[in-house]
């Protein structure tokens, strides 16, 4: 069912962000409206990061030549992977959006997201 959703809703954003694209300019978009745009973009890159890390996964449990070394992951946890790793492109655009996306706050984000990701590693609950 989680899959049906991610599948669905990373379409749609697809869809709805490409409309946007070609209809509206950005200069005469509202606020609200720009907001709008990252909100999709973090759907599309989530449902797709979801994606990725499943199947990278998948394929990384199979050529594990030991059984012992498998580790199954989810796609629940996969997409809380990806949601957190999807936030990473959001924030780098937002910032760059306001002209402050230099190294140093492209290392701050790397940073935020390396915390997160082992963060969710060490959960057993998930």
């Given at each position: 069912?989680?899959?049906?959703?991610?599948?669905?809703?990373?379409?749609?954003?697809?869809?709805?962000?490409?409309?946007?694209?070609?209809?509206?300019?950005?200069?005469?978009?509202?606020?609200?409206?720009?907001?709008?745009?990252?909100?999709l973009i973090y759907v599309l890159a989530s449902g797709v990061l979801t994606f990725f890390v499943f199947v990278l996964s998948k394929t990384?449990?199979?050529?594990?030549?030991?059984?012992?070394?498998?580790?199954?992951?989810?796609?629940?946890?996969?997409?809380?992977?990806?949601?957190?790793?999807?936030?990473?492109?959001?924030?780098?655009?937002?910032?760059?959006?306001?002209?402050?996306?230099?190294?140093?706050?492209?290392?701050?984000?790397?940073?935020?997201?390396?915390?997160?990701?082992?963060?969710?590693?060490?959960?057993?609950?998930?």
């Amino acid at each position: 069912m989680l899959g049906k959703v991610l599948a669905l809703s990373s379409l749609a954003a697809f869809v709805l962000l490409s409309a946007l694209m070609q209809s509206v300019s950005p200069a005469s978009m509202h606020p609200l409206g720009i907001l709008f745009v990252f909100v999709l973009i973090y759907v599309l890159a989530s449902g797709v990061l979801t994606f990725f890390v499943f199947v990278l996964s998948k394929t990384l449990r199979k050529l594990a030549r030991r059984p012992y070394q498998r580790q199954h992951v989810t796609l629940k946890r996969s997409y809380i992977y990806g949601s957190v790793l999807a936030l990473a492109p959001v924030l780098i655009l937002g910032m760059r959006s306001i002209g402050r996306a230099g190294v140093y706050e492209v290392v701050l984000v790397v940073i935020f997201e390396v915390i997160a990701c082992l963060y969710i590693a060490k959960q057993r609950s998930l």
